[in-house]
């Protein structure tokens, strides 16, 4: 199945504030975990309470463990929010 992407525009910002000053978490981000994630975006950790219908894309990188938090509405994926574990679910929770 092809699943679209699509960015909330503050998404797209933390994804650029987290990648400007590390080329190697970019790479990973972009070549990798995204285009992992469209393959199989159901294999994400369904949230419950105040964000519920969210889903948890998690990943490592230098020993910091990083979250992809994205609404699944049909063939499109939309990422809400990117960060590590806290700032993520903060970010998701406001945008929600």
Do not use: C
């Not at 910002?13 to 469209?38: F, S």
């Not at 294999?43 to 519920?52: P, R, V, W, Y």
């Amino acid at each position: 199945m092809d699943y679209i992407l699509k960015f909330k525009a503050a998404a797209a910002r933390d994804l650029y504030k987290l990648t400007k000053k590390n080329r190697g978490l970019a790479k990973l981000v972009v070549n990798e975990q995204i285009p992992a994630l469209l393959m199989q975006p159901i294999h994400g950790h369904l949230k419950l309470g105040d964000l519920k219908n969210i889903r948890s894309w998690d990943f490592n990188f230098r020993d910091t463990t990083y979250r992809i938090l994205y609404e699944l509405e049909g063939l499109t994926v939309r990422i809400i929010a990117m960060g590590v574990h806290d700032v993520a679910y903060r970010k998701a929770k406001s945008r929600k």
